[in-house]
T-cell receptor, first 112, second 116 residues
């Protein structure tokens, strides 16, 4: 069965530091991969997505993610974190454009 | 272009009552998805609908839960005889019919259901 694993439940970084959030997936075919961000009490905002082509995708708010088929990973990165990036981040895999399978999320805390 | 609209944003029900959650997709979108987020967990797929059709309800509990997306009006997620375990945030997402963006789901702000 398809699944998404986000091994880090909680990450704390200092403002200005670099960030990498890990995501591993299990999917038989070429996956559709997404990263969403959720601020407290809010809905989910799409950061970026990968369908095909260039394995390094750029998103909003300075985020990028790299699809590595050999490692079944789609890690999210940002070179310099801002305090406003504090939120919950969800990785998801799309199953034949039908439903999304979400990871359990990584909560990012940013210290000044 | 307004985003996905959900109402109410917060809903409180007593055990045994009915809860009705509404979702209006983005303009031009005719695919609607419902997800449930339990406290401290990720989102879990419930149901996928197109206008007047349920396409995939594999994530819906077998009893008390139903969903519809009529020809006119919003999509409705209905929970009958609510129990405390139904307390969660319910998110609706929509996607367009035919465009390069077909595979992307856009989420609403959610309805937070509390069952007393």
């Amino acid at each position: 069965a398809q699944s998404v694993t986000q091994p880090d439940i909680h990450i704390t970084v200092s403002e200005g530091a670099s960030l990498e959030l890990r995501c591993n997936y299990s999917y038989g075919a070429t996956p559709y991969l997404f990263w969403y961000v959720q601020s407290p009490g809010q809905g989910l905002q799409l950061l970026l997505k990968y369908f095909s082509g260039d394995t390094l995708v750029q998103g909003i708010k300075g985020f990028e993610a790299e699809f590595k088929r050999s490692q079944s990973s789609f890690n999210l990165r940002k070179p310099s974190v801002h305090w406003s990036d504090a939120a919950e981040y969800f990785c998801a895999v799309g199953e034949d454009t039908d439903k999304l399978i979400f990871g359990t999320g990584t909560r990012l805390q940013v210290f000044p | 272009n307004a985003g996905v609209m959900q109402n109410p944003r917060h809903l409180v029900r007593r055990r045994g009552q009915e809860a009705r959650l509404r979702c209006s997709p983005m303009k031009g979108h005719s695919h609607v998805y419902w997800y449930r987020q339990l406290p401290e967990e990720g989102l879990k797929f419930m149901v996928y609908l197109q206008k007047e059709n349920i396409i995939d309800e594999s994530g819906m509990p077998k009893e008390r839960f139903s969903a519809e997306f009529p020809k006119e009006g919003p999509s409705i997620l209905r929970i009958q005889q609510v129990v405390r375990g139904d307390s969660a945030a319910y998110f609706c997402a929509s996607s367009p019919v035919a465009s390069s963006d077909t595979d992307t789901q856009y989420f609403g702000p959610g309805t937070r259901l509390t069952v007393l």
